[in-house]
């Protein structure tokens, strides 16, 4: 009868244990579903913005930067422009070596250490639209690519190299009268080309905004995970982004 | 005696209901606690789009600002999957886009703290809330 009232604390112990740690459970779920103060700040730490619209170009630039640093690609939505990877490393770190050695020393047994990481990497792409047209019949801007200025090209001079062979002929023996069309339809097609080549690079389709982040996951000679962290240092992103600026700018120019 | 079998009967019974806890069967297709009905309530919110792309979109740049990692996305299906680090063995989240009507979209959002399901209508406000402002950035900054 002695140890009921010990038992019954123990077992009120207990329930306030287990609806305390429900309790905590929603909350520190909803501090990790609120938007931190500091969100703002990462954001601008983690993006870039690119001045192309070629959404693609700069995913597959983001994906040669990530094999360059060593990175696995583990998943790809290019629809939504999402590249995921990770990379696997040693993280042996000397300090702890040191202080494990100086345990054992004393006796105290083997001490786990950092053995391994594995780095994940997550990027995102996303368009920046611009400014929306107000009025409602407004034509968005025809898009240039090569296929269609080569295409308009070889239109034009076919048309222009039958009129003026057909002018020629009046004046000239007819195979050079179809040469002398031939050779002026050309050169105007070359010239057109290039101007709408030069039209083509200058043209403001907008913007790609790339958001990338990385984590790493720290396990210990024993097995176990000892650390689980975000990494969120300034020269981190820094540097990664020196990288994707130059592949963006070699991929852009066919490199 | 008396006592010592007062004093281990209790644990008995705390050992046979904790094993009950871990049978695999009903840890696979255990819904929740709350009816169905009403987890789906509190993980979905109805948006006055019917773009889905820039609705996935807005989600994934939500959860970005969230500090979650993206794992995987299908456009598809409509379903993006993150991971954000900390707390109790990180907070796992599977949101889904799908049209609701002609009009609409529905997304929903289910996510585990650690190893157990959250099923309180206050993190999920709080995900929802943070994702309206996403949207409302979407639709009038066009970002």
Same mark, same amino acid.
């Given at each position: 009868m002695k140890v009921l009232p010990q038992l019954r604390v123990f077992a009120l112990l207990l329930l306030a244990a287990v609806a305390g740690g429900c309790a905590n459970h929603a909350q520190i779920s909803k501090d990790m579903l609120t938007l931190a103060p500091e969100s703002m700040r990462n954001r601008q730490l983690q993006t870039k913005r690119y001045d192309t619209n070629d959404e693609k170009m700069v995913l597959t630039a983001s994906a040669s930067v990530l094999q360059d640093l060593g990175f696995q690609l583990d998943e790809s939505t290019p629809d939504l422009g999402i590249i995921v990877g990770s990379k696997t490393r040693d993280a042996t770190d000397a300090g702890q070596v040191t202080m494990a050695i100086f345990v054992a020393a004393l006796g105290g047994g083997s001490m786990p250490i950092d053995k391994q990481q594995t780095i994940r990497v997550s990027l995102v792409t996303a368009p920046m639209a611009r +400014?929306?047209?107000? @009025? =409602?019949n407004a034509q968005p801007p025809k898009k240039l690519t090569p296929e269609v200025i080569n295409a308009a090209c070889a239109r034009v001079s076919g048309k222009l190299q039958q009129s003026l062979t057909d002018e020629f002929r009046d004046v000239l023996p007819v195979a050079d009268a179809s040469l002398a069309g031939k050779a002026l339809a050309d050169q105007f097609a070359r010239e057109l080309n290039g101007d709408l080549t030069q039209r083509m690079k200058n043209q403001d389709f907008g913007a790609t905004r790339v958001r990338v982040t990385f984590q790493r996951v720290v396990m210990n000679t024993q097995g176990f995970v000892s650390r689980m962290e975000a990494? #969120? $240092? +300034?020269e981190l992103y820094k540097e990664f982004y020196e990288k994707l600026s130059k592949s963006v700018f070699l991929e852009a120019n066919d490199i | 005696m008396k006592t010592l079998l007062r004093a281990i009967l209790p644990l008995c019974f705390v050992v046979v209901a904790a094993s009950g806890c871990a049978d695999p069967n009903k840890q696979a297709l =255990? $819904? @929740? $606690? #709350?009816s169905q009905v009403k987890l789906r309530t509190m993980q979905s919110r109805v948006f006055d789009t019917t773009d889905k792309m820039t609705t996935m979109r807005t989600v994934i740049s939500t959860l970005q600002d969230l500090s979650f990692v993206i794992d995987k996305a299908d456009s598809n299906l409509g379903t993006v999957t993150a991971t954000k680090l900390g707390g109790r063995g990180g907070l796992r989240m599977t949101v889904m886009v799908q049209p609701k009507g002609t009009k609409q979209m529905r997304v929903r959002a289910n996510a585990q703290l650690g190893i157990q399901a959250i099923e309180d209508p206050l993190p999920y406000q709080a995900f929802f809330q943070s994702l309206e402002k996403g949207m409302f950035l979407t639709a009038n900054l066009d970002e």
């Open positions: +400014p929306k047209v107000k @009025s =409602a990494l #969120e $240092t +300034p | =255990a $819904t @929740s $606690t #709350e």
